[in-house]
């Protein structure tokens, strides 16, 4: 078909929201390696409103949408010649190294413009 596959889009989210925190300061993967916080995608959506193609030059944005004491929500647009082409949304739900509900950390809801 020519088209970009649809899974693919939830990956460049994910690039999106890895950038989002690194223009933070922060390293997702320090959380993870060093504090042992993980936030697992809890719920996605996508909505396509153009396809794209396989060698399309596109641009992802990322923003931080809602924050709560142990939960994010991220909303994203993806473009085309400036033109928003899909919008999507993840749920993040902060967890433990044994997959139970963890506060955020201070540093993170700091970094992040939440109050300490």
Not at 19 to 25: I, L
Not at 37 to 64: H, M
Request: glycine share 8%.
């Amino acid at each position: 078909m020519g088209v970009v596959y649809y899974s693919n889009y939830l990956v460049w989210f994910e690039m999106a929201r890895t950038e989002y925190f690194r223009s933070r300061g922060m390293v997702y993967k320090q959380l993870e390696d060093k504090e042992k916080i993980y936030l697992p995608v809890a719920e996605s959506q996508c909505r396509y409103k153009a396809s794209l193609g396989y060698d399309d030059v596109v641009e992802v944005t990322a923003r931080l949408t809602d924050m709560g004491n142990s939960r994010l929500t991220f909303g994203y647009e993806v473009r085309k010649d400036g033109k928003v082409t899909t919008t999507g949304m993840t749920k993040h739900a902060f967890i433990d190294a044994k997959g139970k509900p963890v506060s955020m950390p201070e540093k993170v809801k700091k970094a992040l413009g939440g109050t300490t």
